[in-house]
């Protein structure tokens, strides 16, 4: 509060008691309900619309938002190794936090988009958890080790549901996103997920070529040493992310098995994978000529 002088208690009451008479929500601590407010700049019905598509989708994509225990053997342990995401040191001149992403290993076939998926949610809980309210959140990509390999083994329907859960659930101000070290493949990516994106967020998409118009938004010096920045060694600030993510097990295995939603007290009718992204069908493979 003392962060947010427009936070209020009296909201907080409200969106609790509105909380306590939706059945099907799970118990929500006060101070996620502050960051669902923060996150929809203090509108209380948009907040309530948000609450309910964080935990709605969190209880519906099992295969992204089940099997989250970063000691276990699967997926998560090789996506450690061929990607990270991790928060930058400082903010930006608007306050704003930044994260960035990187591939570790430039082999496509190393890299699962689903676990991608649950390793960037992952990393953003762990973060909101640890700084709370932030003006913002600004994404820096590099994509110097991402290829046409990539894109050829992307799957919409993982994307889509990512941008849908960025762009309607998380408690985050999105802010923006700057792509470094671009190249055909990325822009072929972004052109190819646009559809997914809504209009304000795809303008706040920048494609850097160099450090120099990057700056206009961040200090360089913030990325990683290999990215032309003095944050230290991409490989070490992963390890770093990682080990944090480990940190937080029982957080992960209490999030999976106590803040979910019960779609059997739900009043009317029922929430379905369907009603948010449509029929799958075969939309789960993309062809590239």
Not at 71 to 80: A, D, P
Not at 113 to 119: C, H, I, P, R, S
Not at 257 to 265: H, P, T
Request: aromatic share 12%; proline share 3%; glycine share 4%.
């Amino acid at each position: 509060m003392k962060r947010n002088p427009q936070l209020k208690l009296s909201d907080i009451q409200s969106l609790r008691e509105w909380c306590e008479k939706q059945q099907h929500l799970p118990k929500i601590e006060d101070s996620f309900l502050a960051l669902f407010l923060h996150s929809n700049y203090y509108q209380i019905e948009s907040t309530k619309n948000k609450i309910e598509n964080y935990y709605t989708i969190r209880t519906l994509l099992q295969n992204e938002f089940c099997n989250r225990d970063p000691l276990k053997e699967n997926g998560l342990q090789q996506i450690f190794k061929t990607a990270t995401v991790f928060p930058l040191n400082g903010l930006t001149k608007e306050g704003c936090k930044m994260a960035f992403f990187s591939l570790l290993d430039s082999d496509p076939s190393s890299y699962d988009w689903l676990y991608g998926f649950k390793y960037s949610t992952m990393s953003l809980d762990i973060h909101l958890l640890m700084d709370g309210t932030t003006n913002g959140i600004i994404f820096i990509a590099d994509a110097s080790k991402f290829s046409f390999g990539h894109v050829k083994r992307m799957n919409p329907l993982v994307i889509k549901k990512y941008a849908y859960y960025v762009q309607e659930a998380a408690p985050i101000r999105f802010k923006a996103v700057h792509i470094i070290n671009t190249s055909p493949a990325m822009e072929l990516f972004m052109s190819l997920i646009k559809p997914f994106i809504k209009k304000e967020f795809i303008d706040t998409i920048h494609f850097h070529s160099s450090l120099e118009s990057l700056s206009e938004y961040i200090s360089v010096d913030a990325l990683p040493n290999e990215t032309g920045g003095k944050a230290g060694s991409v490989h070490k600030l992963a390890e770093i992310e990682m080990k944090k993510i480990q940190d937080y097990r029982e957080w992960f295995l209490l999030d999976e098995s106590a803040r979910r939603v019960n779609e059997a007290l739900r009043i009317g009718k029922n929430k379905t994978t369907n009603d948010l992204f449509g029929i799958e069908g075969n939309f789960r493979k993309l062809d590239i000529d």
